[in-house]
């Protein structure tokens, strides 16, 4: 494992500039990296994971430092039996947070201010980006809220915490009949082989759309499940069912 880091310190301090990708969930932050030498050779890999850090812009900024630290240490996790104790290599450090010039994060405003206050330990940012990937998952994030009428439809199939999408999501068990009712549905142009899941983040654009869709493609099956639930389930399962049909 040493030989392997002593290698990434070796290839980050040659490199010519250094973009640093973070993103972090409930108080674990992954940094990881993409740089490029001299005649435009790109390299990427993972700087490193904390979880010592908070979700605020601080705890963030704390997490970085933390891992850049971590990665210039040499000699971690060394054997009992070597007589080696872990060094932090400043100079090391120093040359890397050099060269780091663009800080790409997503769009929550704790990353962004994160962004801006990365230069306490990248002295040489240049540029802070959203990733595209967050970016367009933001801007296109409610499209049905443009239509009371479909924004409606949409907090009463999909969305609102009493929705038989929710039912289905939290319940293994009726997961499976939902599953069962999918595979008898013929003549389908999608295959619903593996549909299972009606899990979803309600802050994502792409993790919205699972759901929706398969509400539209799949409703005979949804109905099914919910005669179902309202058949043969007791309390608030059956209720939801109800309501839904």
């Known amino acids: 494992k040493e030989v392997i880091m002593d290698e990434m310190r070796k290839t980050m301090m040659e490199a010519d500039a250094i973009a640093i990708h973070q993103d972090g969930a409930k108080q674990r932050h992954a940094m990881l990296f993409t740089l490029v030498h001299k005649g435009m ?10 979880f010592n850090g908070g979700n605020t812009a601080e705890g963030i900024v704390d997490s970085m430092a933390d891992v850049v630290q971590v990665f210039c240490t040499a000699r971690q996790g060394a054997p009992e039996n070597v007589d080696a104790e872990p060094s932090i290599e400043w100079g ?25 206050k990365a230069t306490d330990i990248f002295p040489n940012l240049d540029e802070r980006v959203n990733g595209k990937t967050h970016a367009s998952r933001r801007n296109t994030s409610k499209p049905w809220k443009s239509d009371p009428r479909i924004k409606d439809v ?9 929705s038989v999408v929710r039912l289905i999501a939290n319940s293994g068990d009726i997961k499976r009949i939902f599953h069962g009712h999918i595979q008898k549905q013929k003549d ?20 919205t759309a699972k759901p929706t869709g398969r509400v539209t493609i ?15 389930r ?8 109800v309501q839904f049909l």
């Open 154 to 162: 949409f907090d009463f199939l999909v969305d609102s915490s009493d």
């Open 234 to 241: 007791v309390g608030e399962p059956k209720q939801r069912a």
């Open 218 to 232: 799949w409703l005979h099956a949804l109905i099914a499940t919910a005669i179902e639930v309202a058949a043969t």
């Open 41 to 50: 050779l790109v390299e990427r890999g993972l700087l490193g994971v904390s």
């Open 92 to 116: 090391v450090a120093e040359r890397i947070v050099a060269k780091v010039r663009i800080f790409d994060a997503d769009a929550a405003s704790n990353e962004k201010l994160a962004g801006i």
């Open 188 to 207: 389908m142009v999608v295959d619903g082989e593996k549909v299972w899941s009606m899990i979803f983040s309600k802050e994502r654009f792409d993790s």
